[in-house]
């Protein structure tokens, strides 16, 4: 059975940083596009970052360009999303994602983590 399992969220003040993680488990995506998605209370879920299967490819919401950076890890099969100077908009649950594609990640992919909540206080 395929798992996807985030960690690395909590509550933060604005301007800190974290690290997001997700390990998959039960198959290998080391073919697959990934991606990490939030929602925010009250929002549609969005998508915040891709990344192809090999890294070589990343896409990232306006929103968060020059503060997320989104990398994986393929001999690990784990993903990350690290997240410097955070504000309070980026207040959500946080969700990992793994797609068929190989190129990225679409905004509805085949598998996803149960999510994971990022509070930031301004």
């Known amino acids: 059975q395929v798992h996807l399992a985030e960690s690395g969220g909590g509550s933060v003040q604005a301007g800190d940083s974290l690290r997001l993680t997700c390990t998959a488990s039960?198959?290998?995506?080391?073919?697959?596009?990934m991606g990490w998605f939030r929602q925010a209370p009250g929002k549609e879920r969005e998508v915040v970052a891709g990344i192809s299967w090999d890294g070589a490819q990343t896409y990232y919401t306006d929103s968060v360009k020059g503060r997320f950076t989104i990398s994986r890890d393929n001999a690990m099969n784990t993903l990350y999303l690290s997240m410097n100077n955070l504000k309070s908009e980026d207040t959500a649950v946080y969700y990992c994602?793994?797609?068929?594609?190989?190129?990225?990640?679409?905004?509805?992919?085949?598998?996803w983590g149960q999510g994971i909540q990022v509070v930031v206080s301004s």
């Open positions: 039960g198959r290998a995506f080391i073919n697959n596009g």
């Open positions: 994602a793994a797609d068929t594609a190989r190129a990225g990640i679409s905004p509805n992919p085949d598998y």
